[in-house]
Each structure stands twice: as C-alpha cells, then as structure tokens.
C-alpha cells in the first residue's frame, strides 16, 4: 500500500537523469515521469515541487509549481538573490565588466548586489577608486560589499537575501570559497588527496544547492559575461535602473537616450546625476547588440 504522503520541495539536485529532494532531513531521489517527457517539459534544480514519498528513498513528481526566473545555463530557477563577484585586482576590477554582469541580472528578473573580494592584495590607491565606484552603485540602489581574506565571511554572507542565491563572476574572482564555506562535504575532508578528488568531482557538469542559513547557496556560476544573445538593444536602457526615473519625462517615450532631441537622461547625465561611466557602457552595449543584429 503507498502512503500518500505529498509534499511542497525544492529540487536541490540533478544528477545523471536523477533528481534529488530533501524531506525532513532525508534525501529522495526521483525520475521525472512519462508526463514530463511526453510535455518535453524538465524540471530544473531550484523548482518548488509536490512531491509524493512512495518509500524510504524514492517518491514521485507530481507538479512543478510556476517558475518566477530562471536560467539557462546551467540552469536553475526560482533564485531570490544573485551576488555579483568582482576581484579588486587579479583579474583586475572592472566597471565595464561589472555592469555587463548587471545587465544579464536584471534580464533574467533578479535585482544583484555586489561583493568585491582580494581587498588585501590592492594598494590603498586602488582601494579608493573602488569605493569611490562602489559608493556610486549603493546610490543606485544596489548592496556592495568590498572584502579581502581577514573579513569574516560569516557575518558578511549573513547580509545577503534569504532563500536561494546565485554567485556569477569570472573564474579567479573566490566564487567556490564563499560556496565552499556551505558544504560540509568538504569541510569533513580537507586533506590533499580529497581536495583533488574534489576538484575532480566538480568537473562534472551537475548543479546542486547547498544549505545556508534560511535558504540555499547554488555551486553554479549561473551565467557568464558574455550571456546576451537573449537580450534585444532596447531593453538594455531599462537595466540602467538609474535612467529609469529620467527616461520617463524624455520628450519621446521609446527614447533610447543617445540622439533623441529633449532627452531628460543625456540632461541628468550632463548635470552629473547619472555617472558618465555608467552611460558609456549603455551605449557600448547597446552598440554591440544593434552590430549583432546587423550581422544576422
Ligand atoms: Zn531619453
């Protein structure tokens, strides 16, 4: 006889066609049924599911619930905080980069905060300039953090949102540090040969949440720099979130802000209200994307 025991859960993890969900502390693995292969439908890592226990290590999908965002590669859904990670130097801050990453954020619906890490390997000069930068993004609304390796991460991962978050940045900037720091399979085994096999383990393409403090912590990248194929030009301006509230009085309401005649964001941006580094990465990208069109 099955119980029908039906639950509300979050797949925390896919791997080789299986996924996996947590029920009160015990681990389940589950196939997606015929329903789903026959709708082409898959659920992701990240989907809030119902999910019925059919015995002591399997149950059953019944319903994935609504997505509010997703994405694509790897793909993960249902994220409540995406953390932007920048380096001070090695690779070297950049705002260019930063606001490209911005921009992916507010495309896939998610508003990010900054963490900018190795603040003990920048001279005192660079350290000014990037919080004179980083005061500027905090006037626009988003968190910044600036860290280097004596901070503690505990208290400052505490400020993050609740729920499930995404860390994406370049690869050298310490996303896997602050991901490591949540799971307790490599904080059991820290000797050489382990930590290898663990680097081998991570190689394999899988995505898996781990526990934090009120929610989850994503070991996935979630998307790259470079990610705006999905990203048509004139979207871009509204991702600029600071041109927003002068975008509305420009004298044409599809107004891009570039050589539009009354355009209240080039006024802003000329009376020094809106940085002019910011408006010049707006126009880079919005160039970039109107060439690829071009190109098609
Ligand atoms: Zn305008």
């Known amino acids: 006889m099955r119980g029908v025991s039906l639950y509300s859960l979050r797949i925390v993890k896919l791997i080789s066609g299986v996924y996996q969900v947590d029920v009160n502390g015990d681990r389940f693995n589950t196939k997606p049924r015929g329903l789903f292969r026959k709708n082409k439908f898959s659920p992701v890592v990240g989907d809030i599911v119902d999910f019925e226990v059919q015995n002591n290590t399997e149950g059953y999908i019944q319903h994935v619930r609504e997505r509010k ?49 190795k603040r003990d390997l920048a001279n005192s000069q660079q350290i000014k300039d990037i919080e004179e930068v980083l005061n500027i993004y905090k006037q626009i609304g988003y968190m910044t953090q600036f860290v280097g390796i004596d901070d503690d991460k ?17 690869s050298g900037v310490g996303k896997t540090t602050f991901i490591n720091h949540y799971r307790p399979d490599l904080q059991l085994t820290t000797n050489h040969i382990s930590k290898s ?26 998307f790259s ?6 990203i048509e030009k004139d979207e871009i301006k509204h991702y600029f979130v600071e041109f927003n509230q ?16 009354q355009c209240q ?30 190109r098609y």
């Open 69 to 117: 965002n997703a994405l694509k590669r790897p793909p993960v859904s249902n994220i409540d905080g995406l953390v932007i990670v920048m380096s001070a130097v090695e690779p070297q801050f950049s705002t260019q980069l930063l606001d490209r990453f911005i921009v992916i954020a507010h495309s896939y619906k998610l508003h990010p905060s900054i963490l900018v890490t």
């Open 154 to 170: 505990a208290t400052m991962m505490q400020q993050w949102p609740s729920g499930l978050i995404v860390l994406s940045g370049q």
């Open 197 to 222: 096999l663990n680097r081998g383990k991570h190689t394999t393409r899988h995505v898996e949440l781990f526990d934090r403090n009120q929610g989850y912590i994503a070991d996935t990248p979630g």
């Open 225 to 230: 720099a470079l990610d705006f194929n999905h």
């Open 246 to 261: 002068y975008g509305e009085h420009c004298k044409f309401r599809n107004c891009n802000h570039i050589n539009e005649p």
């Open 265 to 294: 964001v080039k006024a802003a941006l000329s009376e020094g209200k809106i940085a002019q580094f910011r408006y010049d990465h707006y126009l880079q990208l919005y160039n970039e994307i109107a060439d690829r069109k071009v």
